[in-house]
């Protein structure tokens, strides 16, 4: 589904130039679920954008369901860390937006997005202004809205960094729930080793910058998953060290 070919990425700034991304190659399959880790400023955040079609990569290219990606793509949806909710729009007109900015029938997403609130667990909730929700049932309504147009990719950075330890466990497992009804293809940047191994079917691991491609790691732990005391907690607690390991600074060479 998502090819990423040959991509590196240079940035020019006023302090010279930054070597962001490193020659990656991956691919994603249809469905999958793709956790990017890696340390702050491996350029995480800068290879979803070039997926995404946001920036376009200094060398190499990107494919989405076969077709070389020069611009955003409507099939293609992006969930950042903040909800960014419009403040005056309720939670049903919110989750409806892409639904209007795409010009698409909105009596043909209704019942959609009716069904969407419900299972993110926002029934009850349609006539609510963002203000009036908190951080985690907010980052819920970017989730749905993220979803509404039934993007075959999904792309989210971080997108519980912001919450509390507990809403954020709460919203890993929850996120399982919801995309097991849809055919989305995920990748998703987490700096959470935990949250990495309890959403992936494969762990990308980048080095520090630049960003290379470190490591893939499967984690062929069935589904649905659960947090605490399951009968796979050997096994995530083995893949969860080894990407630790993989994440340690390397040693300081004495010079
Ligand atoms: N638009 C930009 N202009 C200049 N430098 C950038 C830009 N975007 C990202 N960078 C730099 O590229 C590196 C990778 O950034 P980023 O992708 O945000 O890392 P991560 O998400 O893994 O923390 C960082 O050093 C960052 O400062
Ligand atoms: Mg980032």
Redesign the pocket.
Known sequence: MIEVIGVSQR?D?QRGE?H?LDRIDLEVHENEFVTLV?R????????LRIISGLIRPTVGAVRVAGEQVARPRRDVSVMFQRPALLPWRNVRKNVLLPVEMLGLDKRQYTDRAQALIELAGLAGFEEKLPHELSGGMQQRVSLVRSLIQRPKVLLMDEPFSALDALTREEMSVELQRVVAEESTTIVF?THSIDEAVLLADRVVVLSP?P?RLERIVDVPIPRPRTLGHNAHADQVSAISAELHDLLQPAPQVAT
Request: aromatic share 6%; net charge positive.
């Open positions: 940035f700034t930054i962001a890696g702050s400023g491996c350029g995480k955040s800068t290879l940047v910058r960003g």
